[in-house]
């Protein structure tokens, strides 16, 4: 499963039942009124798949699907849009980790004139 935060929220996303077979569902848990709900499942079935917020969007990547395949595949849930598929990973990928980095361009002299 992953775990990611958005705003006052912290979401679960995928894992595994207790037969051992992977999940497309998400909990999310916020932090405010300590109340559980759960937004729309995932498109596909994953378990050791990571994630990550960027502004309103949480990004999910690949993992092992229901059969034990290792995951390629990304997808991405807006509240307003619901879950949409994106561009495939080069490489299939499990246990991975992501981070998601806020940059100030001019602490890295991007766009800056010689």
């Known amino acids: 499963m992953a775990t990611t935060v958005l705003g006052e929220n912290v979401l679960v996303l995928g894992g595994k039942d207790n037969k051992g077979i992977a999940l497309n569902t998400v909990i999310l848990y916020n932090l405010i009124t300590k109340k559980c709900s759960k937004p729309p499942n995932m498109m596909t079935k994953r378990c050791g798949c990571t994630a990550v917020t960027i502004g309103d969007d949480i990004i999910v990547m690949g993992g092992w699907d229901k059969a034990g ?6 997808e991405c849930y807006n509240s307003k849009n619901g879950w949409t598929k994106l561009q ?5 990928r499990a246990l991975a980790t992501a981070v998601v980095m806020h940059v100030n361009k001019e602490s890295c002299n991007v766009d800056k004139k010689s």
Do not use: H
């Open 69 to 74: 395949k290792k995951l390629n595949s990304v």
């Open 88 to 92: 495939d990973m080069t490489e299939a």
